[in-house]
Every structure is written in structure tokens, then in C-alpha cells.
């Protein structure tokens, strides 16, 4: 009966020797893990590091082409910032040049209308239906160029189409209404040209 208790006790200590020794190997591999985590951990960082120093300090010539391309965008803004700028100015001088040979037009288209104003009957004159002609032909060559006559007479009148050279009282008509018109005026574009010269009623 002793023998089997030896026997017995040296097999427990047996198995507790294996398990104490499992769980000293699993500790160990515990610890190598840790360890070698560890040391994957401080090498990225270390390697992230050296990124950061290498990112921070610039090549010579990424600085020069980065200093040359901000300098190309600038230039090639301003030069269409320039354009813009011109065609602008070119568009605004053309429509001065035109308002100023349009305006210089005008008195011969008056002249027509007051020639043409004295003939009763201008189909039946060979001379005044020629004259009719040639005036019809100007006033639709000034409309395809954008020149239209300022309404006048029965609008109310406006300064920044008008102009006023005579005041009546007249009952019928409204109070600040156009009602007769001395000279025709004329827009260029939506810009005056020349203003209508009108009588108003007060």
C-alpha cells in the first residue's frame, strides 16, 4: 500500500512538474511577444520619424520648381486678367466710336425727314419717292447696326430720355406727359445717343 502512495505522489509531481513547465514556456512566449511588439513598435516609429525629418527638409530643386510653378500661375492669371481687361476697353472704345459717327449721322437723317415732311404726296414725285427710298434704306441699315428711336410722344417723361425745352398746360394730357416731340432722340446698344427734345405738360 505505500509502494502505490510512492508510486502515486511520484506521478503527481511528475504531471505538476510538466504543467509548471508549460506554463513557464507560455510566459516566456508571452514575454517574446511583448518584447518583439515592443520592438516593431519603436522601429515604425522610428522609421516615421525619419520620414517626418526627411519630409521637413526639401530638395533643392522640388523648392525651385515649386518657386517656378507658383511663378508660371501668377503670370499666366495676370495675363488673363489682362485680356479680360483689354477686350473690355476694346468693346467700350468701339461703342464711343460708333455713338460718335452715329450722332454725327443724325442731322442728315433730320434733314431727309424734313425734306420728305414737305412733299404731300411722295409716290407720285419721281424725285421725292427716290429721296423716300434712300432714307427708308439709311434708318434700316442704323436699325441693323442696334440704333432705335426714343419713344416720346404720350410717355411720361423721363430726364435720362428727354429733354424738355417748353412747358404747357394742357388738361387732356397728363400731368408730366410728353406731348409733342421737336427732335427725334436716339439709343445706340440701350445707350443715348442723342435725347429727345419735347414739349411737357405740367
Same mark, same amino acid.
Given at each position: 500500500? @505505500? +509502494? %502505490? #502512495?510512492?508510486?502515486?505522489?511520484? /506521478?503527481?509531481? =511528475?504531471?505538476?512538474? *510538466?504543467?509548471?513547465? $508549460?506554463? !513557464?514556456?507560455?510566459?516566456?512566449?508571452?514575454?517574446?511577444?511583448?518584447?518583439?511588439?515592443?520592438?516593431?513598435?519603436?522601429?515604425?516609429?522610428? @522609421? +516615421? %520619424? #525619419?520620414?517626418?525629418?526627411?519630409? /521637413?527638409?526639401? =530638395?533643392?530643386?522640388? *523648392?525651385?520648381?515649386? $518657386?517656378? !510653378?507658383?511663378?508660371?500661375?501668377?503670370?499666366?492669371?495676370?495675363?488673363?486678367?489682362?485680356?479680360?481687361?483689354?477686350?473690355?476697353?476694346?468693346?467700350?472704345?468701339?461703342?464711343?466710336?460708333?455713338?460718335?459717327?452715329?450722332?454725327?449721322?443724325?442731322?442728315?437723317?433730320?434733314?431727309?425727314?424734313?425734306?420728305?415732311?414737305?412733299?404731300?404726296?411722295?409716290?407720285?414725285?419721281?424725285?421725292?419717292?427716290?429721296?423716300?427710298?434712300?432714307?427708308?434704306?439709311?434708318?434700316?441699315?442704323?436699325?441693323?447696326?442696334?440704333?432705335?428711336?426714343?419713344?416720346?410722344?404720350?410717355?411720361?417723361?423721363?430726364?435720362?430720355?428727354?429733354?424738355?425745352?417748353?412747358?404747357?398746360?394742357?388738361?387732356?394730357?397728363?400731368?408730366?406727359?410728353?406731348?409733342?416731340?421737336?427732335?427725334?432722340?436716339?439709343?445706340?446698344?440701350?445707350?443715348?445717343?442723342?435725347?429727345?427734345?419735347?414739349?411737357?405738360?405740367?
Amino acid at each position: 500500500m @505505500s +509502494e %502505490e #502512495k510512492e508510486l502515486y505522489d511520484d /506521478k503527481n509531481d =511528475d504531471v505538476t512538474a *510538466e504543467t509548471e513547465t $508549460e506554463e !513557464t514556456e507560455e510566459v516566456t512566449e508571452e514575454s517574446c511577444e511583448a518584447e518583439e511588439n515592443s520592438e516593431e513598435a519603436e522601429t515604425e516609429e522610428k @522609421s +516615421e %520619424e #525619419k520620414k517626418g525629418f526627411f519630409k /521637413k527638409k526639401k =530638395d533643392k530643386k522640388d *523648392e525651385k520648381i515649386e $518657386e517656378l !510653378t507658383d511663378r508660371l500661375t501668377r503670370q499666366m492669371a495676370e495675363f488673363d486678367n489682362f485680356r479680360k481687361r483689354t477686350e473690355k476697353e476694346k468693346a467700350n472704345m468701339y461703342a464711343i466710336g460708333a455713338k460718335d459717327i452715329i450722332e454725327k449721322i443724325l442731322p442728315v437723317v433730320d434733314s431727309f425727314e424734313r425734306g420728305l415732311a414737305t412733299v404731300e404726296n411722295p409716290e407720285e414725285d419721281p424725285f421725292a419717292d427716290g429721296m423716300n427710298k434712300v432714307y427708308k434704306q439709311f434708318t434700316t441699315a442704323l436699325d441693323e447696326l442696334g440704333v432705335t428711336v426714343i419713344e416720346a410722344v404720350g410717355k411720361e417723361f423721363d430726364p435720362n430720355l428727354h429733354n424738355a425745352v417748353m412747358h404747357v398746360e394742357d388738361e387732356e394730357a397728363g400731368e408730366n406727359i410728353v406731348v409733342e416731340e421737336f427732335l427725334k432722340g436716339y439709343m445706340y446698344k440701350g445707350s443715348v445717343v442723342r435725347h429727345s427734345m419735347v414739349k411737357v405738360a405740367n
